[in-house]
């Protein structure tokens, strides 16, 4: 006997807690998700941190989501088919926007390479809170830095579906923040990521 519904949404309501997103940044920060998008050692991870540090500094109060750490736990059923990662990237946004509901500023690393499940991420999280950041190193360089050997794994044929070789990355048209990494320092990365969010505290 299944203990599901027909339909796993249609009981579902959810509750209208006294302390919402609004009250959260009334009390403490505004916060928001800065989402930092590139392919495979572009350096998305390394300006995370810097970036978490430098926030921490402000005062601000910050929760990491990191891509790898997702696909060793609440993705770990998922491959890197289309489609799964289509579901890797609904399931980062839902608990990015669950994090931001509790009044966060969340810093999501996560190569989510089209332009569609960016959009996904964005229609879940609030266009209002969603800030994209293109982190963004040419395949070369990349390949130079690749630290944990994964394209010269994809080069050999030992790794399928990887993005910028046999995968495609859908480089973002319009991203709130671009980082060029081959001219900005990780710590020049920071200062631009923080300069727009202070501009768009001063303007919201």
């Not at 402000?58 to 790898?68: N, S, W, Y």
């Not at 994209?132 to 030992?158: C, F, I, M, S």
């Not at 990494?181 to 919201?204: F, G, K, M, P, Y």
Request: net charge negative; with cysteine.
């Amino acid at each position: 006997m299944s203990y599901f519904p027909d339909s796993p949404g249609q009981n579902l309501h959810a509750f209208a807690f006294s302390h919402g997103r609004a009250e959260h940044s009334r009390m403490s920060q505004k916060p928001v998700v800065i989402w930092l998008t590139g392919i495979s050692a572009s350096g998305k991870s390394t300006i995370a941190d810097a970036l978490d540090v430098a926030l921490h500094k402000q005062g601000r109060m910050t929760a990491i989501i990191d891509g790898d750490s997702v696909r060793g736990g609440l993705c770990r059923d998922l491959g890197f088919t289309d489609g799964d990662r289509d579901e890797n990237i609904r399931r980062v946004a839902e608990v990015a926007r669950l994090m931001l509901d509790a009044g966060l500023v969340v810093i999501v690393a996560l190569i989510s390479p089209s332009s569609a499940s960016r959009h996904c991420a964005r229609s879940i999280i609030g266009n209002e809170c969603f800030v994209e950041v293109h982190v963004d190193a040419p395949l070369e360089t990349a390949e130079q830095r690749d630290p944990k050997g994964l394209y010269k794994k994809a080069r050999a044929g030992l790794i399928k579906n990887f993005t910028g070789i046999d995968a495609r990355y859908d480089v973002p048209v319009f991203p709130e923040v671009h980082l060029n990494t081959q001219a900005l320092s990780v710590e020049r990365s920071v200062e631009t990521i923080l300069d727009w969010l202070t501009h768009n505290d001063a303007n919201s």
